[in-house]
């Protein structure tokens, strides 16, 4: 990250929002592996292989190898049922990717989907879906090139190539992690604007660890260490439609899933303490989070948050309950307590999200929390702030009825340089251009090394329009809520907005740190991102 800016975690606390183990043969874990309790499920692990490891010399970045082969699986849900989706390597979530600072992900995609259907509509509504490329959500990487870059396309073959029995196409994405990146949870996924919220509804996502100084924690290294991947699918007669119309997300109901299994049950000792790994790989619906049930009246488990968005905290906080936008994650550790079955559940949820069997004999003395965490990424200072006249915006609207077909509502982002409208002079509320994604027009120019401030809010009036902001390659330092400061802030890469009378507003400082090149800001309900609510940024040197 940029000179002088070393990562020190600080206290974030009490600013955080209301709103069986498989490792790929020949690899070796950068930490001793933890195996998942009996009958839990883990996705496949791909961590830097011992030969790679083994010839790395002294000073040079160890390599990750994975090549993540998407094709149409028939996945059997457990709990569910057979489901036809598309999938990395025939598996939903695909393999988790354990990392450290400095090390180098080289990332084989292959397309084996079929060739797309033609598109003869607007760019802002679904098209291409069997194209795709990879987001690593929250990382900060280099957003150009063979990176982070979510501009490219990973085209399948065409009809015509497959028809001459032309090979399935193979493209390559290379990360280099800094060496100062903070250790934390973050995940992977498909980003090509038209698919994005079809592929992530067939489950399209995996998580990535970067493993660091957190993990050396006594009380930490102790826990067994979990990742659970909640998963949201629209599934209808066993396979995921295509995003044919506005109504689409609507009118199928979600399938939740941890880990690739509806309900799958975790068991855990009194006194034992696990961290869980939660990830919200949701692209329609945000997750409120609390563990209930209990016999005697326990009244459910806490839970001790440790990592927000892939930044570790000061200390351990215990809650009743933590709130997930899209895409975000949190670290919490659990402590076993009264013998009895518990839920994770979220609100609005039917059924639970998986159960969990507190039993057998009791951890004596019980395992400890961790009262103190490494330090970690600072805070900015609003002095810092290169221009305090010139705040940017970004304001979630949506107008309705504004076009033909099946796709009728405009989803914009106005606020700060919004696209401009086709008709200037015109109605905007009926406007085919205002507000609305452009890949050829950049929103904002951001220059390296000076601090920002943005506002962010939704005008919906409608508590269930949900609009999180995700801004790519840097972490975000949220201040405000609705207003009132937060004390202390809070890093984020992903900041929920929930719509209402007023809708949420939400405000943060943000220095643009390293890399050049284009990249996107945009709303997290991925539906919404498809038919048009992104901007363009462009990160550029003073």
């Known amino acids: 990250m940029g000179k002088g800016d070393g990562i020190s ?33 883990q996705p496949a692990v791909s961590a830097v292989s011992a030969v790679s490891a083994s010839r790395a010399v002294p000073g040079s970045a160890r390599v990750l190898e994975q090549t993540l082969t998407v094709r149409y699986t028939d996945v059997s849900v457990p709990g569910f049922g057979k489901v036809t989706t598309r999938t990395y390597n025939g598996t939903f979530p695909g393999p988790t990717l354990r990392v450290r600072a400095g090390d180098t992900v080289r990332l084989t995609h292959v397309n084996g989907l079929p060739p797309n259907p033609d598109h003869m509509g607007r760019s802002n509504t679904p098209h291409h879906p ?12 280099c957003p150009s090139g063979e990176a982070d870059n979510v501009l490219r396309e990973f085209a399948p073959r065409t009809s015509d190539e497959v028809a001459a029995g032309a090979p399935e196409p193979r493209y390559t994405t290379t990360i280099h992690v800094p060496a100062d990146h903070p250790a934390g949870t973050y995940w992977y996924h498909p980003h090509l604007h038209g698919s994005i919220a079809e592929q992530i509804a067939g489950g399209m996502a995996g998580v990535i660890v970067v493993e660091g100084d957190v993990d050396d924690v006594p009380e930490i290294r102790a826990a067994d260490d979990l990742v659970v991947c909640i998963n949201e699918l629209k599934v209808k007669d066993g396979k995921v439609p295509a995003f044919t119309s506005g109504g689409w997300v609507a009118g199928i109901p979600s399938t939740f899933t941890v880990n690739g299994t509806v309900n799958p049950t975790l ?73 009895g079955r518990y839920e994770l559940r979220a609100d609005k949820v039917a059924g639970p999200l998986m159960t969990i069997e507190v039993a057998g004999e009791p951890v004596q003395p019980a395992m400890e929390l961790p009262t103190s965490l490494p330090p970690g990424r600072p805070f900015l200072d609003e002095r810092d702030i290169a221009n305090p006249d010139a705040d940017r915006e970004v304001v979630f609207h949506a107008d309705s009825n504004v076009f033909s077909g099946a796709f009728t509502n405009a989803y914009r982002i106005l606020g700060s340089n919004p696209t401009p409208p086709a008709d200037p002079k015109g109605d905007l509320t009926r406007d085919p251009a205002y507000g609305l994604f452009d890949p ?54 992903t900041i929920g907005l929930a719509g209402g009378a007023p809708g949420d507003s939400a405000t943060f400082l943000v220095r643009y740190e390293d890399f050049t090149g284009r990249a996107i800001a945009h709303c997290h309900q991925l539906q919404h991102e498809d038919l048009g609510m992104m901007q363009t940024v462009e990160y550029v040197r003073e």
Request: a positive charge; proline letters at 7%; aromatic letters at 4%.
């Open 440 to 493: 050829d027009y950049t929103n904002h120019t951001l220059r390296l090394g000076i601090v920002e401030r943005w506002t962010v809010r939704t005008d919906e009036t409608l508590p269930p329009h949900h609009h999180p902001f995700h801004l790519h390659t840097n972490q975000v330092l949220l201040t405000h809520r609705n207003g009132k400061r937060l004390d202390p802030p809070v890093w984020h890469d």
């Open 130 to 141: 069997n194209s795709f490329n990879v987001h690593t959500h929250g990382m900060h990487v």
């Open 267 to 339: 068991r855990l000792r009194p006194g034992q303490v696990q961290r869980w790994r939660l990830v919200a790989a949701t692209a329609f619906s945000a997750l409120r989070l609390q563990v209930t049930g209990g016999s005697g009246g326990s009244g459910g488990l806490k839970l001790h948050q440790i990592a927000q968005d892939g930044v570790t905290l000061t200390k351990t906080v215990a809650l009743d309950q933590v709130d997930l936008a899209m895409g975000n994650r949190a670290d919490v550790l659990v402590r076993g307590g009264a013998p």
């Open 9 to 41: 975690r600080r206290s974030v606390l009490k600013a955080i929002p209301a709103a069986g183990l498989a490792v790929a043969p020949g690899l070796i874990l950068a930490r001793p592996a933890v195996a998942a309790p009996k009958s839990f499920p």
